[in-house]
């Protein structure tokens, strides 16, 4: 069953992404390296509920 998720910035806290994954194969939470429009650079992104 895959699930829609928000890519939270770990900096700034917006939330700029959604996403879906596969939580029976991936239960963790995701973690990428996204542009962030406020930040204006490269940030990490955390998954939030």
């Known amino acids: 069953m895959r699930k829609k998720v928000s890519l939270e910035c770990s900096v700034c806290h917006q939330r700029n992404y959604t996403t879906a994954k596969n ?27």
Not at 23 to 35: A, G, L, M, Q, Y
Not at 37 to 45: F, G, I, M, P, Q
Request: proline content about 4%.
């Open 23 to 49: 939580t029976k194969t991936n239960p963790e939470r995701i973690e990428v390296n996204k542009f962030c429009k406020t930040c204006n650079r490269h940030t990490l992104h955390r998954e939030t509920k």
